[in-house]
């Protein structure tokens, strides 16, 4: 299955300041893992993806905070908060990362491949309407699920990041045509994504929150798949998997405790991307702040979607947290 693979150069160009975790390294690393995927057998095609439109962007921000970001980063740049820091290039950054997804909504209609990795940055899930937040200026994912919803398709966004997606997660908290799904570390920035959070009004029942204490391993992921999201999918019967893939839940991350391996990323990619038909499959890439296990989970990632099996480290097994997928499974009966 032909992987579409898309990056751009000014993704480099983004710098959230000095020692910043977030740093145009990690996207050489994912690089890197992709040419793996591919030296091991993954068909790929590269692409660079266009910017993001305004009419795309207005779907999920306000256009007074996209006034404000531009004109922010067009002026100089600094910190946007504690934790989130821009340059004068990284408005230019933020419209590829915005607009990869959409790109890539429109070659898999065409027939261009059965799935497609987005390799940009900066990353987006922790981006709210109005505000800039924990790294992300816009929010990637979010923007594609709302471009597609709009179309009447019906989307499930799966995240994986160690630290909870609350600004997607606050973006489609009351809308019943995109379900969201986070398995994340508790406690954790940014403090949100506890079971009982699990959507309102036309969204009821369609925010799914897997709050694992630090060292849950790939056991407990796998249940939770089986359990929960799989139940979840066939009752929204979604058209199109959106995946945040942040590989800072690896065991190896400087940001968080949790205690998967390059190994499960296999299974877990494998496993979600099942849940809508090839051609209808979109990674975007989040976390992941140690360099060699982004390398080699990018590598197990784009491999799985190519369809093939590539393990640079064993799976981590073990029950810890199997009781958050208890109460997961619950909630999902309410």
């Known amino acids: 299955m032909r992987v579409l693979v898309g990056t751009h150069e000014r993704c480099f160009e983004h710098w959230a300041g000095p020692g910043h975790p977030e740093s145009p390294e990690r996207l050489a690393a994912v690089l890197v893992g992709v040419a793996e995927a591919e030296d091991a057998g993954a068909d790929l095609a590269r692409w660079a993806p266009r910017p993001a439109r305004r009419e795309e962007l207005v779907g999920v921000h306000s256009a007074a905070y996209l006034d404000a970001l531009e004109s922010f980063c067009r002026s100089g740049g600094g910190r946007l908060d504690p934790d989130t820091g821009a ?146 999918a066939e009752r929204l019967d979604p058209t199109w998997v959106l995946l945040s893939a942040g590989f800072d839940s690896h065991r190896a991350d400087p940001l968080a405790s949790l205690g998967l391996s390059a190994g499960d990323y296999v299974d877990l990619t494998s496993r979600v991307v099942e849940l809508a038909p090839p051609g209808r499959r979109i990674v975007f890439l989040e976390g992941g702040y140690d360099l060699d296990a982004l390398t080699a989970s990018t590598a197990a990632c784009v491999a799985a979607l190519a369809g093939l099996e590539l393990r640079p480290e064993a799976v981590t097994t073990g029950d810890r947290g199997i009781e958050v997928v208890d109460a997961a499974a619950v909630s999902l009966t309410r």
Not at 133 to 158: K, P, S, Y
Request: overall charge negative; some cysteine; proline content about 8%.
């Open 87 to 232: 340059v004068p290039e990284s408005w230019e950054a933020a419209l590829v990362a915005a607009g990869a997804g959409p790109d890539a909504v429109g070659r898999l209609r065409a027939g261009e491949g059965a799935a497609a990795f987005l390799a940009v940055r900066p990353p987006g899930h922790h981006a709210m309407p109005s505000t800039p937040m924990g790294f992300c200026l816009l929010n990637n994912v979010a923007v594609t699920a709302m471009h597609l919803a709009d179309q009447g398709e019906r989307v499930l966004i799966v995240d994986w990041d160690a630290h909870h997606g609350n600004g997607t997660q606050d973006v489609f908290f009351s809308d019943g045509r995109v379900a969201y799904v986070s398995m994340h570390q508790w406690p954790l920035y940014p403090g949100t994504g506890a079971v009982e959070e699990t959507g309102a009004g036309d969204g009821a029942g369609l925010t799914l929150n897997l709050p694992f204490p630090p060292r849950t391993a790939g056991d407990t992921y796998r249940a939770a798949i089986d359990r929960t999201l799989a139940p979840l």
